[in-house]
T-cell receptor, first 117, second 113 residues
Framework: AAGVIQSPRHLIKEKRETATLKCYPI?????VYWYQQGPGQDPQFLIS???????DKGSIPDRFSAQQFSDYHSELNMSSLELGDSALYFC????????????????FGPGTRLLVL | AQSVTQLGSHVSVSEGALVLLRCNYS??????LFWYVQYPNQGLQLLLK??????LVKGINGFEAEFKKSETSFHLTKPSAHMSDAAEYFC???????????FGTGTQLKVEL
């Protein structure tokens, strides 16, 4: 079965550089979520999109922005990178059945490991 | 705000022994609860979820969890541990109307021969 695709899988950047992470949800999934998992930490919710509109926002720094495109893929743009941004970034997707978003399973991609030097 | 607490950041069991990973939730409204497993350098895989139907939920790989409202718990169990169960396990919660997962701090399960 098709899974969530994330690219790149690994990324090395210097401080103050920018990075773009891409996420391709499972076909027919219209909701995309982004999470950040620091070393030894639990995943923290950043932001989510439903039908190309932002649906919820978590602890996402102002230096980060994200969007969902007409084909439902999403991109997380990160600027002025800091050492503390080094983490595993997960994208997840879910279908929408009615309005019960919160009970739907979120299917996670393999993650993008970002290292900021 | 809703949250989950996982007791024990590290749990070690012998192969064939019972696995019990603890999760307690805090929510002022009925929660939806999830258990995810993360193998090294991999993404998160759903084991099972509770969405207010049956309180005993069966998942993949022989895992199950029971929702106990009186104890605000959703502990994960497996009757007989296998070496392949060694991984990190996360309990997570969403609350009706919201769709973001709030994770516990995780429990690293070690299975010994």
């Amino acid at each position: 079965a098709a899974g969530v695709i994330q690219s790149p899988r690994h990324l090395i950047k210097e401080k103050r550089e920018t990075a773009t992470l891409k996420c391709y949800p499972i076909p027919r999934h219209d909701t995309v979520y982004w999470y950040q998992q620091g070393p030894g930490q639990d995943p923290q919710f950043l932001i989510s999109f439903y039908e190309k509109m932002q649906s919820d926002k978590g602890s996402i720094p102002d230096r980060f922005s994200a969007q969902q495109f007409s084909d439902y893929h999403s991109e997380l743009n990160m600027s002025s990178l800091e050492l503390g941004d080094s983490a595993l970034y997960f994208c997840a997707s879910s279908p929408t059945v009615g309005l019960a978003l919160s009970r739907e399973t979120q299917y996670f991609g393999p993650g993008t490991r970002l290292l900021v030097l | 705000a809703q949250s989950v607490t996982q007791l024990g950041s590290h749990v070690s069991v012998s192969e064939g022994a019972l696995v019990l990973l603890r999760c307690n939730y805090s929510s002022s409204v009925p929660p939806y609860l999830f258990w995810y497993v993360q193998y090294p350098n991999q993404g998160l895989q759903l084991l099972l979820k509770y969405t207010s139907a049956a309180t005993l939920v069966k998942g993949i790989n022989g895992f199950e969890a029971e929702f106990k409202k009186s104890e605000t718990s959703f502990h994960l169990t497996k009757p007989s541990a296998h070496m392949s169960d060694a991984a990190e396990y996360f309990c997570a919660v969403t609350v009706g109307g919201g769709n973001k997962l709030t994770f516990g701090t995780g429990t690293q399960l070690k299975v010994e021969l």
